[in-house]
């Protein structure tokens, strides 16, 4: 049976990438974001990829299990996760995809903002921070009812364990939680943030015996319109970001850096005392 899989922010981006990305290796996909319209175009899009590749391959000549086993974006939910209503509309979502084995959460706003604008730092605050616990909440908490009912079936069966089947939750933060950039104060800030909160579900997970793993991916500066028209080095595509993405979920990475040439600037970044960081110019 397929796996399924929730894309929250599939309109655009990583996301939109990460989605179609999941569909073409087989698993039932859900997405959601702001724009009905962009939801409409990829699910279309990826659905028509996956099913020109199909008539290729198999030139014909399908057999049942192959069939089965094809994935594909079956529906979609227009979501705005700073909206009171939107853990209802997640369940929504996860009722008309049948289920969900991972939550990924790809939603996300920022800005580069010396002047200190009040109204982008409280749309960042809001979207990066609650809107990201109100998600990722409703899912972990979406999780833990489905992992309690399965213990109650095993129990029935009188069988040991809970079963080889763990959830998953992947989020996009980034690689500007790592330090305070001034840059940017209230993204960096909420990057930091969302580390530190995938760290505390990752142990309250395992504080409560439930089968929920947790991916906290962290790109460089990717391509995206989160920073069109800068300048910034080493910028990565979206496709390449989403590649390395869906194989850290599929390995089980609990943290990924992307890419190596990052990973090497974060470490190189952490030897830094603060006292010679916040007198560094980083834009």
Same mark, same amino acid.
């Given at each position: ?16 990438? @990460? ?6 290796? &087989? ?12 939801? $409409?175009? @990829?699910?279309?899009?990826? *659905? ?16 049942? =299990? ?5 994935? $594909? ?39 580069? *903002? ?6 982008? $730092? ?6 990066? &921070?609650? &809107? ?17 009912? /399965?213990?109650?079936?095993?129990? /029935? ?5 809970? =079963? ?18 001034? #840059?940017?104060? #209230? ?11 995938? $760290? ?21 500066? @990717? ?7 800068? *300048? ?13 993405? @869906? ?10 850096? %992307?890419?190596?040439?990052?990973? %090497? ?19």
């Amino acid at each position: 049976m397929a796996k399924k899989a929730i894309v929250m922010g599939a309109t655009s981006g990583i996301g939109m990438e @990460v989605a179609s990305l999941l569909a073409q290796r &087989g698993w039932q996909v859900g997405i959601a974001g702001r724009r009905v319209e962009r939801l $409409e175009e @990829v699910k279309r899009n990826t *659905n028509q990829i996956i099913s020109e590749k199909t008539k290729v391959s198999q030139k014909g000549n399908i057999s049942e =299990g192959v069939k089965a086993s094809r994935g $594909e974006i079956i529906c979609y939910q227009q979501i705005d996760v700073t909206s009171a209503d939107a853990p209802t509309l997640l369940q929504k979502l996860i009722e008309k995809l049948g289920g969900m084995d991972l939550y990924f959460h790809s939603s996300g706003i920022g800005w580069q *903002n010396y002047s200190l604008d009040f109204e982008k $730092e409280m749309k960042t605050v809001e979207t990066n &921070g609650l &809107g990201f616990v109100r998600m990722v909440d409703t899912a972990f908490n979406w999780f833990a009812q489905q992992s309690q009912g /399965q213990e109650l079936r095993l129990e /029935q069966k009188s069988d040991k364990g809970k =079963g080889n089947d763990t959830y998953r939750i992947a989020c996009i933060t980034s690689i500007a939680g790592t330090k305070g950039l001034g #840059a940017a104060p #209230a993204y960096s800030a909420t990057k930091r943030f969302q580390n530190h909160y995938l $760290e505390c579900l990752t142990q309250q997970a395992h504080m409560r015996h439930l089968p929920i793993a947790i991916t906290d991916i962290r790109p460089g500066f @990717v391509k995206t319109d989160l920073i069109a028209g800068s *300048n910034y080095p080493l910028q990565l595509t979206p496709q390449e970001v989403a590649q390395q993405i @869906v194989n850290a979920i599929e390995r089980g990475k609990t943290v990924k850096t %992307i890419d190596w040439k990052y990973s %090497i600037l974060v470490s190189l970044w952490r030897m830094i005392p603060r006292w010679i960081w916040t007198r560094l110019t980083i834009k």
